[in-house]
T-cell receptor
Framework: DGGITQSPKYLFRKEGQNVTLSCEQN?????MYWYRQDPGQGLRLIYY???????QKGDIAEGYSVSREKKESFPLTVTSAQKNPTAFYLC?????????????????FGEGSRLTVL | AQKVTQAQTEISVVEKEDVTLDCVYE???????LFWYKQPPSGELVFLIR??????QNEISGRYSWNFQKSTSSFNFTITASQVVDSAVYFC?????????????FGTGTRLLVSP
């Protein structure tokens, strides 16, 4: 089945440790995104990438890093610099809108990774 | 700056009731897109609809309908004859045109609980 796979589903981290969340898609989408979800705050964009080897900061990029070495993979590293990392992280992908307009603008989401800092 | 407000934090209804989820947005752009997404307990967000700012025609899809009114900057979502499977968190979102859809601005979501 085509879709987005995030792993792990649940993750516990001690303070001061970096942790990497995996996101893989087999939809052949060009664009990929990372969102953070906190209770009562909706979703906020961390990073996004429109093409391999290129990515841009979103609204809350501080304390996070990403890479896009392959089209299907967009891992997110939560570094020790992130002061409040406990949250639900969602990865998404979409067709590159500039290459193939028009389309619905739909984002396809994974099932998320819940990170808890102990 | 763009902003999406979903004032209803949680709504509880009994099955077969109709329910309307409110969404009010703010933007300086004259052209933009509006979205609704559903987040079931499994966690992933599921796309429901996209609306262009230049198309105010209301839309109906089965038990779902959307009322877009530019005059009041609202994009409300109605579920007719609600079912237990409709229980989820629903998000309204806004995006500029031209920059692509990458930078969606989400509302804080409305949790809908449908009891049998």
């Amino acid at each position: 089945d085509g879709g987005i796979t995030q792993s792990p589903k649940y993750l516990f981290r001690k303070e001061g440790q970096n942790v990497t969340l995996s996101c893989e898609q087999n939809l052949n989408h060009d664009a990929m995104y990372w969102y953070r979800q906190d209770p009562g705050q909706g979703l906020r964009l961390i990073y996004y990438s429109q093409i391999v080897n290129d990515f841009q900061k979103g609204d809350i990029a501080e304390g996070y890093s990403v890479s896009r070495e392959k089209k299907e993979s967009f891992p997110l590293t939560v570094t020790s610099a992130q002061k409040n990392p406990t949250a639900f992280y969602l990865c998404a992908s979409s067709i590159d809108l500039m290459a193939r307009p028009p389309n619905t603008g739909e984002l396809f989401f994974g099932e998320g990774s819940r990170l808890t800092v102990l | 700056a763009q902003k999406v407000t979903q004032a209803q934090t949680e709504i509880s209804v009994v099955e077969k009731e109709d329910v309307t989820l409110d969404c009010v947005y703010e933007t300086r752009d004259t052209t933009y897109y509006l979205f609704w997404y559903k987040q079931p307990p499994s966690g992933e967000l599921v796309f429901l609809i996209r609306r262009n700012s230049f198309d105010e025609q209301n839309e109906i899809s089965g038990r779902y309908s959307w009322n877009f009114q530019k005059s009041t900057s609202s994009f409300n979502f109605t579920i007719t004859a609600s079912q237990v499977v409709d229980s989820a968190v629903y998000f309204c979102a806004l995006s500029e045109v031209g920059t692509g859809f990458q930078k969606l601005v989400f509302g804080t979501g409305t949790r809908l609980l449908v009891s049998p």
